[in-house]
């Protein structure tokens, strides 16, 4: 599958948010009410099952980071990717999984921070039993802020997940 590069805050909603960014002289905080950008549902061309994307921020200079709230049903992944300049995870609903391109099937819960560093290939999602709530504050580089690759098979959805992230376990 060809990867599909797009700028994308929280894994997606970044072509939404291009006109909310405030200006980079603006000299006053800026409140952006709950609510004001619309709900999407996740394209099935990048992930698999029910997956709803609120956007929360977009870049805007000096900071070149965007952030959204991402929610999967119990069973719902993004497809494997990479972000060019990072991205955090922090989960705040539910229990999910995480994993990078050749590593462990991590499980996470509410509470748990995740740091993807730039280039490195992995996905994240529900657990098969349970959502999962993550807001993800996603870096840009070159006007881009992921790169999609192909879809997580469901054997490589189902292994066995190791404990929390920084558990040792």
């Not at 705040?92 to 991590?106: D, F, H, K």
Request: charged share 15%; hydrophobic share 40%.
């Amino acid at each position: 599958m060809k990867p599909k590069s797009s700028l994308l805050p929280a894994a997606l909603a970044g072509s939404l948010l291009s006109g909310a960014a405030p200006a980079a002289d603006t000299l006053s905080q800026i409140v952006t009410h709950a609510g004001a950008q619309p709900s999407m549902k996740g394209p099935e061309d990048y992930f698999t099952g029910s997956v709803r994307v609120d956007p929360l921020f977009a870049p805007s200079a000096p900071a070149s980071y965007s952030g959204g709230a991402v929610s999967f049903e119990a069973g719902a992944r993004s497809a494997w990717h990479t972000h060019p300049a990072g991205q955090y995870l922090l989960v705040t609903a539910g229990v999910g999984r995480v994993q990078e391109w050749g590593g462990p099937l991590v499980e996470l819960r509410a509470g748990d921070v995740v740091w993807c560093p730039p280039g490195v290939k992995h996905w994240h999602g529900a657990a098969p039993a349970a959502a999962m709530t993550h807001i993800a504050i996603t870096g840009v580089r070159d006007g881009k802020n992921v790169e999609w690759l192909e879809q997580v098979s469901d054997e490589q959805y189902r292994r066995e997940a190791v404990g929390a992230v920084g558990s040792g376990t």
